[in-house]
């Protein structure tokens, strides 16, 4: 297994921001760097423990889907390389394969969560109102069943430790306003269903999603962030679906599932995590990856 890398240490560049997985670094007024570490976190907890090769995993996926994706909107990749901002080679080299230099953007308030199957804050949202973020939905459903068409159901973007608020179209369109909210709306349902597309052809189910976007300086819309990893969706073997049961999954509900075991309170800080759970969190990944890229 490849060496983790649990919290960068760069003191060439001064740190904005260190969230549950991403450590991001100041460049200038134009760019800046995101490290994504091994961390995972669960119940909006970092755990202590981290999963080898886990960063280098994400950033490679969400390079493969901006790349693929670009023909629908515009990305915050950008073309300097790691030497163009790191002098030093010691610094360079410990965050190498897991660092992305990126356009700095204006971030907007919203995760743009869209759903093609019903699991989740969704399912139990379906169980008490019929709908999912005030979208009406047939009767009759099961858990994991393939949605009618494809629903964007939006969220708050909630601080580090805190939970994301879902809210409906109607908050969207106050937060963002009509034009923004639906141009959203729009680009993150065709980006799930040509990804989920891709996806299934390769073995693999995206029951939901969440992407993020920004503005840049001329107030073009811009995918940013992680884009369709484990870590921001939902992926199923789709060997191995089967509606009416929550289906394997290659994200980190292994860990969840391991924690719930556990007599711990969800609060921070959080367990260590076993070799046996990590070995085998980290080959999930892994196996996302290959199954997408391979």
Same mark, same amino acid.
């Given at each position: ?52 090769g886990k960063g280098i995993i994400l950033n490679q996926i969400t390079q493969f889907w901006m790349n693929k994706l670009s023909h629908i909107i515009p990305n915050q $990749? ?7 901002? /790191?002098?030093?080679? @010691? +610094?360079? %080299?410990?965050? !190498? ?82 034009? $923004? ?7 993150? /349902?065709?980006?799930? @269903? +040509?990804? %989920?597309?891709? !996806? ?95």
């Amino acid at each position: 297994m490849p060496a983790t890398l649990h919290t960068s240490q760069l003191k060439s560049l001064p740190l904005l921001h260190s969230g549950k997985v991403r450590d991001i670094y100041d460049i200038n007024e134009y760019y800046m760097l995101i490290v994504t570490t091994d961390r995972i976190s669960a119940f909006d907890v970092i755990m202590p423990t981290a999963i080898p090769g886990k960063g280098i995993i994400l950033n490679q996926i969400t390079q493969f889907w901006m790349n693929k994706l670009s023909h629908i909107i515009p990305n915050q $990749l950008c073309d300097l390389s790691l030497e163009d901002v /790191i002098s030093d080679a @010691s +610094e360079r %080299a410990a965050i !190498a394969s897991h660092a992305m230099i990126v356009k700095k953007l204006k971030a907007l308030p919203v995760e743009a969560i869209v759903r093609g199957y019903i699991i989740g804050s969704g399912w139990k949202d379906y169980q008490a109102t019929g709908a999912i973020c005030g979208i009406e939905l047939p009767a009759g459903l099961q858990i994991a069943d393939k949605l009618p068409e494809v629903i964007f159901t939006p969220s708050t973007k909630a601080a580090v430790g805190a939970h994301d608020e879902n809210i409906d179209y109607t908050q969207t369109k106050k937060l963002l306003g009509d034009e $923004l909210a639906q141009q959203i709306r729009d680009v993150s /349902i065709q980006l799930y @269903s +040509e990804a %989920a597309d891709y !996806a299934r052809q390769r073995g693999i189910i995206i029951a939901d999603t969440k992407f993020e976007f920004g503005l840049d300086k001329d107030g073009q819309l811009t995918l940013i962030d992680e884009v369709l990893t484990p870590d921001s969706s939902r992926f199923w073997p789709e060997s191995e679906y089967q509606p009416g049961s929550s289906p394997v999954s290659f994200d980190k509900q292994f860990v969840r599932d391991y924690l719930e075991t556990l007599d711990w309170n969800k609060t921070a800080p959080g367990p260590e995590l076993p070799d046996s759970i990590v070995t085998k969190t980290a080959e999930k990944y892994e196996y996302a990856k290959k199954l997408l890229m391979e």
